[in-house]
């Protein structure tokens, strides 16, 4: 089965989820039955910044606003409402006001006000200490200047400047509004939201376990009487379990295209679907730490990438190659094929980049007998490592010899905020596609997740000025020149841009995945088992 023959079966799909949704009355209960790649690091979505977290739990919570569940692609223009009901803008855009639905009760029974909102974004905007132990999303709140509680239902947001983007960080899956009542310890462990389904059990190694809400706001949803994920951290033992017909899905874009063939080969009835993730491998070297404090020797373990190899190894061609912002036509920022031909470091020559990075090392230093040594560090779940190993084999040829060191999911983020490593290779998760997401999240100086602590203040200054920009056009071409800079700078060069496969049975319906980023659509309250 060609790739390409994947894409157009997952099209297929598509259409029939379409036609059989609204042709087919939804059948209320059941457990939807799926399986988990590994421990989160905790329960609390606010304090993640890993698929892990969100996807389980983004079913606890509601945003003020998300993205239309139906619609393929996230963006501005398919942003609706959820805990409000609509939204104003006044004062050059600069205020934003929120109408908030009545009637909204917490999984405890308290009532959801405007005051939950404000202690939301007042904690994670880091203006209120929370007590949280990990924020990585504060820079992307950089630009509240202050949060008031108009009444219990209506609340304004007071920004610096105008930003387009602000409505679309709020309807991500990493958005979700928090009880002020309840502290961050238990967020972690036990957390309560206003969503479809309520918090049951997370018993490490074992499962999550989540049951219908019974008081939801919205009228007859959910449909399932709860959702149930097993953790089985060896992949193929999953996807067999998956063809057995013990689980009704796979954690999302946890497939190679290869796997989902074989899935298919093994069950022909199964709905797959392969697509961006708006995940990116990307090459983590700490500047920070001898001898990578030296830029040249940064610059020469970049040369040594082969992009297209990692590609067609991991993927079989499948991933894509691109920047920081994911590649059209799925992303709506990357760079176009003929833009991205004039990026050094993107050409098809890579001996001669290799070579280059040879002539530095042994300039200072180091050659075939005498190797520069080092662990790269990474992630212990499949996608990190093969990863991994294939960077250990392209740094040979620049004289870097590496071993590979992994480490479970909240051993790997602690370290990385930390910055405790010398070389990491990272599968690095994009919550939204959106420059202002990429750039304030991934690249400003003091950012929690700027993992390779990168500093450019010009750079930041037009990180600031893109985030204003109303004019699409104007835009993007800014953002296509601050990613070029990026790359050039080594800041956290880009390898490849992850595709992934989702799996599921026939039986689940209503199930929608967007095409440009995976952490945004697993509210489950349209998804129904017809079984």
């Known amino acids: 089965m060609s790739h390409k023959w994947i894409r157009l079966f997952a099209a297929g799909v598509c259409a029939l989820l379409l036609a059989t949704g609204g042709a087919q009355a939804q059948k209320q209960g059941g457990v939807l039955r799926i399986t988990h790649r590994d421990n989160p690091p905790s329960a609390s979505i606010h304090e993640e910044a890993t698929i892990s977290?969100?996807?389980?739990?983004?079913?606890?919570?509601?945003?003020?606003?998300?993205?239309?569940?139906?619609?393929?692609?996230?963006?501005?223009?398919?942003?609706?409402?959820?805990?409000?009901?609509?939204?104003?803008?006044?004062?050059?855009?600069?205020?934003?006001?929120?109408?908030?639905?009545?009637?909204?009760?917490?999984?405890?029974?308290k009532p959801f006000t405007a005051a939950d909102v404000k202690c939301t974004w007042d904690v994670v905007s880091g203006k209120v200490d929370g007590k949280m132990r990990k924020n990585p999303r504060k820079s992307w709140w950089f630009n509240i200047k202050d949060i008031v509680v108009d009444s219990p239902t209506q609340v304004t947001f007071h920004l610096n400047d105008p930003q387009p983007s602000f409505l679309v960080m709020l309807a991500g899956g990493f958005s979700?509004?928090?009880?002020?009542?309840?502290?961050?310890?238990?967020?972690?462990?036990?957390?309560?939201?206003?969503?479809p389904?309520?918090?049951?059990?997370?018993?490490?190694?074992?499962?999550?376990?989540?049951?219908?809400?019974?008081?939801?706001?919205?009228?007859?949803?959910?449909?399932?009487?709860?959702?149930?994920?097993?953790?089985i951290p060896n992949r193929s033992t999953a996807v067999l379990a998956l063809e057995a017909g013990k689980f009704d899905m796979n954690i999302t874009g946890e497939l190679t295209p290869e796997l989902v063939k074989d899935v298919?080969?093994?069950?022909?009835?199964?709905?797959?679907?392969?697509?961006?993730?708006?995940?990116?491998?990307?090459?983590?070297?700490?500047?920070?730490?001898?001898?990578?404090?030296?830029?040249?020797?940064r610059k020469a373990l970049a040369l040594a990438i082969d992009r297209k190899a990692f590609s067609d190894i991991l993927s079989h061609g499948v991933d894509n190659i691109g920047g920081a912002m994911l590649a059209p036509p799925e992303g709506i920022w990357?760079?176009?094929?003929?833009?991205?031909?004039?990026?050094?470091?993107?050409?098809?020559?890579?001996?001669?980049?290799?070579?280059?990075?040879?002539?530095i090392m042994r300039e200072l230093g180091y050659g075939p007998d005498k190797p520069l040594t080092l662990k790269v560090t990474t992630r212990n779940i499949p996608d990190y490592r093969d990863a991994a190993v294939l960077l250990i084999d392209h740094i040979?040829?620049?004289?870097?010899?590496?071993?590979?060191?992994?480490?479970?999911?909240?051993?790997?983020?602690?370290?990385?905020?930390?910055k405790d490593y010398a070389v990491g290779m990272n599968v690095q998760g994009t919550g939204i596609d959106d420059p202002d997401v990429m750039f304030f999240e991934n690249y400003?100086?003091?950012?929690?997740?700027?993992?390779?602590?990168?500093?450019?203040?010009?750079?930041?200054?037009?990180?600031?000025?893109?985030?204003?920009?109303?004019?699409?056009?104007?835009?993007q071409q800014l953002v296509w020149q601050i990613d070029r800079t990026l790359q050039e700078d080594g800041a956290r060069p880009v390898v490849y841009q992850s595709q992934g496969g989702t799996c599921w049975w026939p039986a689940v319906k209503g199930l929608h995945l967007a095409v440009n980023s995976i952490y945004n659509h697993w509210r489950f309250d349209d998804v129904w088992l017809d079984r």
């Open 264 to 297: 298919l080969k093994a069950v022909p009835t199964m709905q797959c679907l392969v697509q961006p993730s708006n995940t990116e491998g990307n090459l983590l070297i700490n500047r920070d730490r001898p001898p990578f404090d030296n830029p040249q020797i």
């Open 53 to 109: 977290t969100d996807m389980p739990f983004m079913a606890v919570f509601n945003n003020l606003v998300m993205f239309d569940p139906a619609a393929k692609q996230n963006r501005l223009e398919a942003v609706v409402p959820e805990l409000a009901t609509s939204w104003k803008y006044s004062d050059d855009d600069r205020t934003l006001t929120f109408q908030l639905r009545e009637g909204v009760k917490w999984h405890d029974g």
């Open 176 to 195: 979700p509004v928090y009880p002020c009542h309840v502290p961050a310890a238990q967020m972690r462990t036990h957390p309560i939201g206003t969503g």
């Open 396 to 418: 040979k040829n620049v004289y870097i010899q590496a071993e590979l060191e992994t480490l479970d999911s909240a051993v790997w983020y602690a370290r990385l905020l930390k």
């Open 334 to 359: 990357g760079w176009s094929k003929a833009f991205m031909e004039t990026v050094p470091g993107y050409g098809s020559d890579v001996e001669k980049s290799r070579e280059e990075g040879r002539r």
């Open 444 to 475: 400003t100086c003091n950012s929690e997740r700027n993992y390779t602590g990168y500093c450019n203040r010009y750079l930041e200054a037009l990180f600031h000025k893109q985030s204003q920009m109303k004019d699409f056009a104007a835009r």
């Open 197 to 231: 389904f309520r918090f049951v059990s997370f018993q490490q190694n074992e499962s999550i376990k989540l049951e219908r809400n019974p008081d939801y706001w919205k009228p007859g949803r959910p449909y399932l009487d709860g959702i149930e994920y097993t953790i």
